[in-house]
């Protein structure tokens, strides 16, 4: 690869920004992945919009740049479902910013089956259409994720619910939402909040920290927090959670989010 100086933005400097750096094309000629398909194929007889023919190739490519990890949540994804793998599916970027070949190698991101599903179902009334796995995408992006598709899910839980009011609380993270490099997957997945790609991940790493970190034993967990709430507190919450009814119906109000105003 090509060295390079990058000076990261402070408000990029909370996740992963290879995206902006790295260059895909050497994969076009590694895959032997022809760049007359980026737009796709269109049927001339009935003009239906397909796959490009190279779409295997294109999907090796992908899984291989991004190390055979979801581009959102790290889980290890392959060609095929397995005990240790999840299914590897291609997201195109392009068909919600509108920029470039929708089928483009730098426009595509290598997702597994909950997170594409989460990224991807923008209409209220398709949720569960073809099943449920949009429930276990993680409600957070990882740091090291592509910034891109950093997107919050909504809290499906009243437990989630109150996770994210705990975790925001100790979060400080300011972020330009209109800018931020996530926003048009924000707007264009119903089931994605519009916290900023900074937010989202730094709220991920104050989970794992609280999780996995150090705790003295003056202090709980959140985890174990949550069980010590009253009945009549997480039926509050669980009463502000999100299900299919709630984002169909376009009951759902969502909090504001950090350092927006």
Same mark, same amino acid.
């Given at each position: ?29 590694? =895959?032997?992945?022809?760049?007359? !398909?980026?737009?796709?194929?269109? +049927? %001339? #007889?009935?003009?239906? &919009?397909?796959? $490009? ?80 796995? =949009?429930?276990?995408?993680?409600? !957070?992006?990882?740091?090291?994720? +592509? %910034? #891109?598709?950093?997107? &919050?899910?909504? $809290? ?80 509050? =919450? ?24």
């Amino acid at each position: 690869m090509t060295e390079f100086t990058f000076d990261p933005d402070p408000a990029q400097a909370h996740y992963n920004v290879a995206h902006l750096v790295d260059d895909r094309t050497h994969l076009y000629h590694e =895959y032997d992945i022809d760049r007359e !398909f980026d737009a796709g194929l269109t +049927d %001339p #007889r009935t003009g239906k &919009e397909d796959a $490009p023919p190279d779409y295997g190739q294109r999907r090796a490519a992908m899984l291989d740049f991004y190390g055979h990890r979801c581009g959102r949540c790290a889980c290890r994804v392959g060609d095929s479902t397995t005990q240790e793998l999840e299914v590897g599916y291609l997201y195109s970027l392009a068909m919600v910013t509108g920029r470039g070949d929708e089928w483009a190698l730098d426009n595509l991101v290598a997702v597994c089956e909950p997170c594409y599903d989460l990224l991807t179902t923008d209409c209220p009334e398709d949720i569960g259409a073809f099943g449920t796995q =949009y429930e276990t995408a993680p409600q !957070f992006p990882v740091w090291t994720c +592509d %910034p #891109r598709v950093a997107v &919050e899910r909504l $809290p499906l839980t009243g437990r989630e619910v109150w996770l994210r009011e705990q975790l925001a609380s100790r979060v400080a993270v300011s972020c330009d939402q209109e800018t931020g490099v996530n926003q048009p997957v924000a707007r264009d997945a119903c089931l994605a909040r519009t916290t900023s790609a900074a937010v989202a991940v730094a709220l991920g790493e104050e989970l794992i920290l609280d999780e996995y970190g150090s705790c003295s034993t003056m202090q709980r967990r959140l985890s174990q927090r949550w069980e010590l709430l009253t009945a009549h507190e997480r039926a509050t =919450y669980r009463d502000r959670a999100v299900d299919e009814d709630t984002v169909i119906g376009g009951g759902f109000e969502p909090c504001v989010d950090l350092q927006e105003a």
